[in-house]
């Protein structure tokens, strides 16, 4: 009689296990030569570390390879990550460097493509819109500047969430709720008192531009 509520016990304590805790458990295992589990959270985290990274403005196809950068880097660190339970966050960092990494890139490759030759007559080639200006992106990074601000302001729980959220313009809502261990059912709620507390933020800080 013993055995089913050993069971029904094990299923909730999994129950309550995130993203997060199951990725400090697969790194652990294996540094001691145990892949199951690593290769479990490959193909649990590998959507939301693309849609990471797709958020950063990388393609499809290469988008893949960043990702697979990120887990190869994850399994040649392995021994000297210091904290298992940062792993996932690790994971996060590391995508989205990977992601400007391949952006830089590929704007340094256009950029070549369409330099001038040095004998080539003046309007011979048609060179890309440059797109906005300087003070469009001083702009641009004093409003971010803002809103990172104010974001810090709210409550850890909101903060983590508006920042999964983010990662993509169709955030993937069973992911996010692996990653921080919150229902798919709270999540737009959450969601929506998160943005009204950041609103009320950036009101008071003076960026009304925002609200």
């Known amino acids: 009689m013993s ?9 909730v304590e999994n129950a309550d296990e995130t993203l997060g805790d199951r990725a400090a458990a697969a790194l652990l295992e294996y540094r001691e030569g145990r892949t199951d589990a690593l290769a479990e959270l490959v193909r649990e985290a590998t959507p939301l570390l693309w849609h990471t990274v797709r958020a950063q403005g990388v393609d499809r196809e290469l988008a893949d390879d960043v990702v697979q950068s990120t887990w190869a880097a994850l399994v040649k660190h392995a021994a000297t ?8 966050k690790w994971l996060l960092v590391t995508a989205r460097r990977g992601a400007w990494e391949t952006v830089r890139k590929s704007r340094d490759d256009l950029r070549r493509r369409t330099e001038l030759p040095d004998d080539a007559p003046e309007g011979s080639v048609a060179l890309p819109d440059p797109g906005p200006g300087p003070e469009a992106e001083v702009l641009r990074n004093e409003r971010d500047r803002g809103l990172w601000r104010a974001l810090r302001e709210l409550p850890e729980r909101c903060q983590e969430l508006l920042r999964l959220v983010s990662l993509a313009d169709r955030p993937d809502y069973k992911a996010i709720s692996a990653a921080i261990g919150m229902p798919v059912g709270s ?15 950036l009101t008071e800080q003076g960026e009304a531009s925002w609200t």
């Open 187 to 201: 999540i737009g709620a959450t969601r929506g008192r998160c943005l009204a507390k950041l609103r009320a933020v």
């Open 81 to 88: 990550i210091a904290e298992p339970k940062a792993v996932l």
């Open 3 to 11: 055995r089913p509520t050993e069971h029904h016990a094990d299923d």
